[in-house]
């Protein structure tokens, strides 16, 4: 049985931040989950539109699929998300921008974008990603700290995402960046001091009062 926290202290998008997209694409020999297909675009796609005209694609792909096109002359990568599935063979793709609005930016013809997984399953995984970095944070503060003051902390959010990225690259099987292994290793650091009473979370009540107090008694003669 899976474990589902009630709360967490990051999202996927904060992992895919850190990451980029490269960070957080599947393998290609993962269980073929991801095709590697190109999907080039056959006709401009102006601002505004619901559907885009592609080559006919190899591999089906899912609802929600996010690709992200670049080249034929674009000044910046555009990334679309799949509102319906597409089938072996289709030549027109329902897209929105990843916001679920109509796209914002004009992708012209022979555009392409690589399909390595970008969809469900990887939406899934970051979501693993972000309950495992949520658990480790909370074995290191849930003794002094609640959940619901826990995630009032920007601190406390990088940590989570900082520990979730890990896993991520844990999971590909490959290295963690430099620049994010010392991340890592400096946020254990900083929460063994958390758990050990010499940090203090910036915006977070503990669960008690941690400074001393006395109480009067009054003792009644009867």
Not at 160 to 188: N, V
Request: net charge negative.
């Amino acid at each position: 049985m899976s474990v589902t926290l009630a709360t967490l202290f990051c999202s996927p998008n904060d992992v895919w931040d850190l990451l980029s997209v490269e960070g957080v694409d599947l393998r290609e020999d993962d269980h073929n989950l991801a095709s590697g297909q190109i999907i080039q675009t056959t006709s401009d796609t102006p601002v505004g539109s619901s559907t885009m005209a592609v080559s006919a694609i190899p591999v089906a792909l899912l609802r929600g699929a996010q690709l992200v096109f670049d080249g034929a002359g674009m000044s910046a990568p555009y990334t679309v998300s799949l509102t319906a599935a597409a089938n072996v063979g289709a030549t027109s793709l329902s897209i929105a921008d990843t916001t679920g609005t109509a796209t914002t930016t004009n992708v012209p013809s022979g555009a392409q974008a690589r399909d390595s997984g970008v969809n469900a399953a990887t939406g899934a995984r970051l979501l693993v990603g972000c309950r495992k970095g949520t658990s480790r944070v909370k074995l290191y503060c849930n003794k002094i700290y609640d959940d619901s003051q826990l995630k009032l902390s920007g601190r406390v959010l990088d940590w989570a995402a900082i520990c979730a990225a890990k896993f991520i690259c844990t999971r590909r099987a490959q290295g963690c960046p430099k620049s994010l292994q010392a991340d890592y290793d400096e946020c254990i650091e900083e929460l063994r001091m958390v758990q050990n009473g010499q940090l203090t979370i910036d915006d977070c009540a503990t669960r008690w009062v941690d400074w001393p107090s006395d109480t009067n008694i009054t003792v009644r003669p009867s």
